[in-house]
């Protein structure tokens, strides 16, 4: 068969042709539109449900009763049904909880997570079931699977509580630390930023340091063993406000209240009330209402638009609080 130049040219112009309508000239702008489609199409649209679920450590801890509170009021203001459940750290509690979600289509989960490695893999299910999740308070070990990992900014916090931790020990003494769970970030991120400050005081000196896991009774008993051992002990740094509950009924309880500082992160109302009774030196409000309303503002905004228009990790920088401020401060909300 004679080959015919101009039949063959024509043919390729066709297919160049039938090409560009897919990706061929204006390519960057072809792109940009699928990119945008893909995008949108990769947005989760929840269980099919109007609930929205709540998951948090136990609310007998005032700072998660406040989550809860909050994100309930502000959940059902926008018009979700609400159920809540607490997962009291534990993983595979909090393991059920998700799958009580799961199982109930859940529209979107908020949740002050039950450990930064534990709990990837639940998000994760999640993730897979199309229900989106909104951690507050506790990051996790993992990018992309969560919507929105709303953070206190622990080290900001912890650093500037810290600092005046050392004026008010005048850059010299022993001191002793309680820290929170091992299994948790912020328990970690805390202490190192104790440290960032106190350290860089060679007359600061360390003589204990032991675990109370955020409860207020093993606190109590650990102090108690702190001070029986380090009689010259002249402050205590607390990962949490639970914890400087339960340290300062020890302090009382040896007669030492008003000589010891003692400084923890949180913002409760029970430190609040410690600071201006003038037992307490200052604690460093973590903003749990803000973060749980922030947190369900951002899944109302995400179902309905496929985003939330921000970044997944995002920090709210804590308030130092003393006998300054203190009376600003109600129910982890500050006002001026």
């Known amino acids: 068969m004679m080959w015919k130049p ?14 560009g309508m897919f990706s061929g000239c204006g390519g960057e702008q072809a792109a940009k ?33 406040t989550e809860t ?9 926008l018009g979700y049904e609400v159920k809540t459940g607490s997962h009291d750290d534990d993983a595979m509690k909090q393991a059920e909880l998700f799958d009580q979600a799961i199982s109930d289509r859940a529209a979107a989960i908020i949740c002050d997570n039950a450990g930064s490695d534990a709990t990837v893999a ?36 912890a650093k500037a509580i810290a600092e005046k931790f050392v004026e008010v020990m005048g850059g010299k003494g022993e001191y002793a630390e309680l820290l929170g769970r091992g299994s948790d970030t912020n328990a970690t991120v805390r202490s190192s930023a104790f440290h960032e400050v106190i350290d860089q005081y060679p007359d600061m000196k360390m003589v204990a340091q ?71 030196t200052g604690t460093a409000l973590q903003q749990a209402a803000r973060m749980a309303e922030m947190a369900v ?6 179902l309905k638009e496929g985003t939330t228009g921000l970044d997944e990790r995002q920090l709210v920088d804590c308030i130092v609080i003393t006998k300054d401020n203190v009376a600003n401060l109600k129910s982890f909300v500050y006002k001026q």
């Open 69 to 77: 509170e909050v994100a309930s009021a502000k959940a059902k203001a």
């Open 6 to 19: 101009k039949k063959f040219l024509a043919m390729v112009a066709s297919l160049c042709l039938v090409v």
């Open 122 to 157: 639940v998000v994760q299910k999640a993730r897979d079931a199309g229900i989106p999740t909104f951690l507050i308070d506790r990051e996790i070990n993992g990018s992309g699977i969560a919507i929105s990992q709303i953070i206190a900014n622990n080290h900001q916090g």
């Open 33 to 65: 539109t699928s990119s945008s489609a893909s995008s949108s199409s990769l947005a989760l649209k929840g269980g099919g449900a109007n609930i929205i679920y709540i998951i948090t450590p136990s609310h007998s801890n005032p700072f998660f009763k």
């Open 210 to 280: 032991q675990t109370a896991n955020w409860e207020q009774a093993e606190a109590n008993q650990k102090t108690e063993m702190i001070l029986q051992s380090n009689p010259n002990i002249k402050g205590l740094v607390c990962g949490n406000d639970t914890m400087a509950m339960g340290a300062l009924a020890a302090i009382k309880d040896t007669g030492l209240t008003g000589k010891i500082a003692v400084v923890s992160v949180d913002g409760s109302d029970e430190a609040a009330a410690a600071i201006e009774e003038g037992i307490m």
């Open 297 to 302: 503002e951002q899944a109302d905004k995400y």
